[in-house]
T-cell receptor, first 112, second 113 residues
């Protein structure tokens, strides 16, 4: 069974600081997705990482994928309050019909 | 924009009732999914479907069944609701393309009393 681990589970950071969320997974996969979820809302797609070495950036968020290390990172630069949310990574098992395995999520709170 | 809709945002049912959760997508996606989300457990896949009338079990199918009679509609059925099925239920759909980003509906928060 494919396992996906995120850390930290909870993150409280001050505005203006940088931090990284880590997503480790247990078996080979070339596709990884990052999602954001605001309280009481559904999941919103942030990044799609399709190959080893892929890097995507949107505003203060940057995601990268190292398939050899089975590791993806979501880096937050100069955090602002609007980034407060829960962030999930998901690994795709493409040989089983697009089945995703989700991490447990990282709850991020940005403090003014 | 892809739109995935779910029939109810909030639902309260009693133990033993049969419960239907409906999901509709408007982007002609082949794949559809049902997840449940519980605190500390992330999202867990219940069932998915890659074509009309096709279904595959996910990681936690016990106590659930699904129906996909039309491409745009995927229903989750709780045959006899139990309190441990109180949860947030999320539906998603995706195309079968180079990358298969899943698009999520707003969720149904089900409470079983």
């Amino acid at each position: 069974e494919l396992k996906v681990e995120q850390n930290p589970l909870f993150l409280s950071m001050q505005e203006g600081k940088n931090y990284t969320i880590y997503c480790n997974y247990s078996t080979t996969s070339d596709r990884l997705y990052w999602y954001r979820q605001d309280p009481g809302k559904s999941l919103e797609s942030l990044f799609v990482l399709l190959s080893n070495g892929a890097v995507k950036q949107e505003g203060r968020l940057m995601a990268s994928l190292d398939t050899k290390a089975r590791l993806s990172t979501l880096h937050i630069t100069a955090a602002v309050h609007d980034l407060s949310a829960t962030y999930f990574c998901a690994v795709e098992r493409s040989w089983t019909g697009n089945q995703f395995y989700f991490g447990t999520g990282t709850s991020l709170t940005v403090i003014p | 924009d892809v739109k995935v809709t779910q029939s109810s945002r909030y639902l309260v049912k009693r133990t033993g009732e049969k419960v239907f959760l409906e999901c509709v997508q408007d982007m002609d996606h082949e794949n559809m999914f049902w997840y449940r989300q519980d605190p500390g457990l992330g999202l867990r896949l219940i069932y998915f479907s890659y074509d009309v009338k096709m279904k595959e079990k996910g990681d936690i199918p016990e106590g659930y069944s699904v129906s996909r009679e039309k491409k745009e509609r995927f229903s989750l059925i709780l045959e006899s609701a139990s309190t441990n099925q109180t949860s947030m239920y999320l539906c998603a759909s995706s195309p079968t393309t180079m990358y298969n980003e899943q698009f999520f509906g707003p969720g149904t928060r089900l409470t079983v009393l």
